[in-house]
């Protein structure tokens, strides 16, 4: 099976995307800010089905609202693809 991790590489080509789509800067800082920290909080480890539940669940325990949780959730899979 083939581990998926957040790369530095990653984040930059997901960056180089999203100004090629026209996001505006402060939007394209907002999705890199999310997978960033998913990628702290992951500290190495790959990106799976379960790591993304657990992520979930972390930010739903720290009293995210629902529509911050999904925004999280949509950028780092957006960025993992």
């Not at 090629?20 to 394209?28: G, S």
Request: proline residues 1%.
């Amino acid at each position: 099976m083939n581990e998926r991790k957040i790369t530095v590489a990653m984040v930059e080509a997901y960056d180089r995307k999203l100004k090629e789509d026209e996001h505006a800067a402060a939007t394209r800082e907002k999705y890199l800010r999310s997978v960033r920290a998913f990628a702290v909080w992951l500290d190495g480890a790959a990106v799976t089905k379960e790591a993304v539940t657990e992520w979930k669940a972390y930010l739903a325990e720290r009293r995210q609202a629902p529509s911050t949780v999904n925004t999280c959730l949509l950028y780092t899979s957006d960025a993992a693809d």
